[in-house]
């Protein structure tokens, strides 16, 4: 029988041994439904108030059987709330270490700092591409939409250096601090840079100035969702063309192409190989759009003579099928 079915049955079977003590009395004793039921409550409950009647004999062998059933169900549901207690302990107990083993062997993974709207949103296009993450926060309310969607999460604050190393942050790729404070992102940036100094951490900022900032407390990137959302608005206006595209291409809305940057791992066998000679443009219809050579310069267009170099991002534009040849093609290979 299943839990709460078993739950259940205590106070059914409770009901049905006072009717049938109501009914016994009645039948042995003679008595009226009134003083039968009262009789049986008081021998069940066990208060002590005396016999409403003087019982016969056989009224008190009925009396005994009663109390001895009454002490079984007390002890039936007794033995049911306990277990539905320790059971549900038990597996709160185990669910949370079995998410603590899968903390703990987190690697090249993201933290994000925060489950509010931008975060929330956030982990959806990151769950979306397969990409692990962790999500600190301390809303109750927020954890139970977290538990639901079934994502990894550490229930604290992210400002306490204690829960970001619990987060993995010494073992992170990078950090992404949505938090609605602008106060609370900088100390986030600032604990999460001191305690790994080659994370790439992701900012928001809420108000003017607070960008300079969070890039002085080590930042890689500072986004400001006002501004950026006024600047969209203003592309959607003047160029809603290139607005559809970039929307269509960037954020994976169709289903013929995309846009994608693609890192070049140490192995691959396109380093040293010019564009034309790689055969990406003509084997495989992508189009290369830049090149990000490490560590920061930018080359737009490139040319055709343009050689890739390890460590790489190939900025490209083309079918997923295609992208996934080109990832394979670009993947680090070791010796």
Not at 276 to 281: A, D, H, K, L
Request: glycine share 8%.
């Amino acid at each position: 029988m299943n839990r709460p079915k078993r739950f259940l049955m205590a106070p059914v079977l409770a009901l049905a041994l006072i009717l049938i003590g109501a009914l016994g009395y009645m039948l042995i004793e003679g008595w009226g439904f009134l003083d039968s039921l009262y009789m049986t409550v008081i021998t069940l409950t066990t208060v002590g108030y005396g016999e409403v009647h003087e019982t016969t004999p056989s009224g008190r062998i009925f009396t005994m059987i009663l109390i001895g059933a009454g002490v079984g169900i007390i002890l039936y549901m007794a033995g049911s709330i306990a277990q539905v207690m320790v059971e549900g302990r038990l597996r709160e107990v185990l669910g949370r270490r079995k998410l603590e083993h899968k903390i703990k062997q987190l690697k090249d993974h993201y933290i994000i700092c925060g489950y509010g709207r931008i975060g929330s949103t956030l982990c959806e296009e990151l769950a979306s591409k397969s990409i692990t993450f962790i999500i600190v926060e301390k809303d109750p309310a927020r954890i139970q939409r977290v538990e639901e969607r079934g994502y990894l999460y550490l229930h604290g604050e992210a400002t306490d250096e204690n829960v970001l190393i619990k987060a993995g942050v010494e073992r992170a790729k990078g950090l992404i601090s949505v938090l609605g404070s602008d106060a609370d992102n900088v100390f986030v940036t600032l604990t999460a840079r001191d305690l790994n100094p080659h994370i790439s951490i992701t900012a928001r900022a809420g108000e003017e100035g607070s960008d300079r900032k969070l890039l002085k407390a080590g930042a890689n990137r500072v986004v400001s969702p006002h501004s950026t959302g006024a600047r969209k608005i203003a592309q959607a206006i003047l160029r809603p063309t290139v607005y559809d595209f970039m929307e269509l291409a960037v954020h994976g809305r169709s289903l013929e192409f995309r846009m994608e940057e693609i890192p070049v791992g140490e192995g691959s066998s396109l380093i040293d190989v010019t564009l034309q000679e790689s055969g990406i443009r003509q084997n495989l219809a992508i189009i290369v759009i830049a090149i990000k050579r490490f560590p920061d310069k930018m080359i737009f267009n490139p040319s055709a003579q343009t050689k890739i170099m390890s460590r790489d991002t190939l900025i490209v534009l083309g079918d997923i099928q295609s992208l996934k040849k080109l990832q394979e093609l670009c993947a680090f290979f070791p010796s």
